[in-house]
């Protein structure tokens, strides 16, 4: 007697058309949390009182050298804010985003995102369609992989407007040459 299975014998398939994680950069790792983690009501009370200790030193501190920090937690700038002045580049629609700056570039599709530093970056490429509105940005790494992304304008004539702001950026953070 022959015993038979049920369902396919083909193996699953791997690799960057079944999960997005594989190509190296595009997502992070999943977090594995410890054996000996805190429940999460815990963890913030623990992040609470944390804040509230380093509050007390810090006033502590300056209550011995006499320098009080009159500045609210509120008006301080975040990070995202404190790039250079130098030109941004963005273009976004409904499910895509890019973003090239200072920093380097930031591809966003739905909830993946990946981002380069100008030195991970070999080169950039532009495409916009003869016919449509889904203008397309490749970024080309050093090591042979590319990663496009499309934007949907609205209209066509937002094709021109993003490649003469994306040059300006590439004009001033990009830096072609052997290394």
Same mark, same amino acid.
């Given at each position: 007697m022959e015993q038979q299975r049920i369902g396919s014998s083909s193996k699953p398939l791997e690799g960057a058309g079944f999960d997005p994680a594989f190509i190296p950069g =595009? *997502? *992070?790792?999943?977090?594995?949390?410890? +054996?000996?983690?805190?429940?999460? @009501?815990e963890a913030e009370e623990s992040e609470e009182t944390a804040e509230a200790e380093s509050e007390e030193t810090a006033e502590a501190e300056s209550e011995e050298t006499g320098v009080v920090d009159e500045t609210p937690a509120a008006e301080e700038a975040p990070a995202e804010e404190e790039a250079s002045d130098g030109p941004v580049f963005e273009a976004a629609d409904r499910r895509?985003?890019?973003?090239?700056?200072?920093?380097?570039? %930031?591809?966003? =599709?739905?909830?993946?995102?990946?981002?380069?530093? $100008?030195?991970?970056?070999?080169?950039? +490429?532009?495409?916009?369609? %003869?016919f449509g509105k889904r203008f397309t940005i490749t970024v080309h790494t050093p090591d042979r992989r590319w990663y496009p992304i499309e934007i949907e304008a609205t209209a066509? *004539?937002?094709?021109? @407007? $993003?490649?003469? *702001?994306?040059?300006?950026?590439l004009d001033a953070y990009f830096e072609e040459g052997d290394d």
């Open positions: =595009l *997502s *992070s790792p999943p977090k594995a949390e410890p +054996e000996d983690a805190k429940p999460p @009501e895509a985003r890019i973003t090239a700056d200072a920093k380097g570039v %930031r591809l966003r =599709l739905d909830e993946e995102a990946c981002e380069f530093r $100008w030195d991970e970056i070999g080169a950039i +490429e532009t495409e916009a369609p %003869r066509r *004539s937002r094709f021109k @407007e $993003w490649e003469t *702001s994306l040059d300006e950026v």
